[in-house]
């Protein structure tokens, strides 16, 4: 391992709490297996003091940021620059540094759909899609799915009121394509008959209430992928259930793993070597 020097580039983390994060392992065992001069440092970061770490850190040898609950929205206003998907979205979670300006993207949405794609074989344009939930990642998962041409995605969140603001949202912002479904609603399995995606973006099924499914095991049919971006167990009951099923299925750390890889191209220009991040996250996360 090289130690950090005065010319290191640094990549930092916002958020708090960080505790259980797993993205400096990923990130710093990148930077390590290329031989690269950057070093990856979480910071807890209140958000009374979000102004003014960001601003100081901006004028360290600091050449990009990952930023995390509960900083994704607040951070734009400090922001030079906005990439248009995150604009879209409202939230960041990338931040590149060039030329002393900061630029905000979201690799959260593209991260999503390049797991989806390497594991099974999906594209969005003309797809229907069947979203559980519409907290922070439901948002950039749907805007992203909107923005790569999605036919349809139904949106069905306990708090129907969210998914109103969020449909409406996607509605007038990229393309006539989402629609709210209650968590009731009794045509729920017609809809799912429709649809080639199921999503969870709940946090239900996650440890420790691991047994928990975001919706009657009735309504999987065998004709969809459903994938769950919980990804602490890899394989929640929802899979278990959808893969005993006939379905095909997507565990969400390949998400983690992508949305990690988007930000690190972003701030080396490199390519990241993404089969041995995805191995250290997984043994990372059974450690922290
Ligand atoms: P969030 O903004 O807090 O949203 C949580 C969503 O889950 C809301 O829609 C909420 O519904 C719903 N929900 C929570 N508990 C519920 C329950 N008991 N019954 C029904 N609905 C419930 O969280 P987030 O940031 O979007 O994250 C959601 C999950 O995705 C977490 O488990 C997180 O670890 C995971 N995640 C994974 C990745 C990845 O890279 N794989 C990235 C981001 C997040 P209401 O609106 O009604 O409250």
């Known amino acids: 391992m090289q130690y950090p020097t005065v010319t290191t580039k640094l990549v930092i983390l916002l958020g708090k709490p ?6 400096p392992q990923m990130h710093n065992l990148a930077f390590e297996k290329l031989d690269l001069d950057y070093c990856y440092m979480p910071v807890e970061v209140a958000p009374a003091d979000l102004q003014t770490v960001f601003n ?20 734009i206003k400090y922001l030079d620059k906005l990439d248009p998907l995150a604009a879209t979205i409202g939230a960041v ?64 969140n306990r708090t ?21 479904v209650p968590q009731n609603a009794a045509n729920r399995a017609d809809i799912l008959q429709e649809c080639d995606v199921l999503i969870n973006t709940t946090s239900i099924g996650m440890h420790p209430k691991e047994n928990a499914l975001p919706i009657e095991e009735s309504l999987i049919g065998k004709h969809l992928t459903v994938a769950d971006i919980v990804y602490n167990p890899l394989t929640t009951q929802l899979l278990k259930v959808a893969k005993d099923r006939g379905c095909a299925t997507v565990h969400g750390l390949g998400m983690l793993v992508n949305q990690g890889a988007a930000g690190f191209r972003l701030w080396t220009g490199i390519e990241p070597p993404v089969k041995e991040m995805f191995a250290t996250v997984f043994s990372a996360m059974n450690t922290v």
Request: hydrophobic share 40%; with cysteine; aromatic share 6%.
């Open 56 to 75: 100081g850190l901006t004028r360290m040898n600091v050449v990009g940021f990952n930023v995390t609950i509960p900083h994704k929205i607040n951070i």
């Open 18 to 23: 960080l505790g259980h994060s797993v993205s």
């Open 160 to 180: 129907l009121s969210k998914a109103e603001k969020l449909t409406t949202e996607i509605n007038e912002k990229i393309a006539d394509c989402a629609i709210t």
């Open 93 to 156: 979670n990338t931040i590149c540094v060039r030329n002393g300006k900061t630029i905000g993207y979201n690799t959260d949405g593209e991260g999503f759909l390049q797991s989806l794609e390497s594991e099974a074989h999906i594209t969005p344009r003309g797809k229907r899609f069947f979203l559980l939930g519409c907290g922070g990642a439901a948002r950039a998962i749907s805007m992203t799915l909107a923005h790569h041409g999605a036919k349809k995605i139904f949106i069905c």
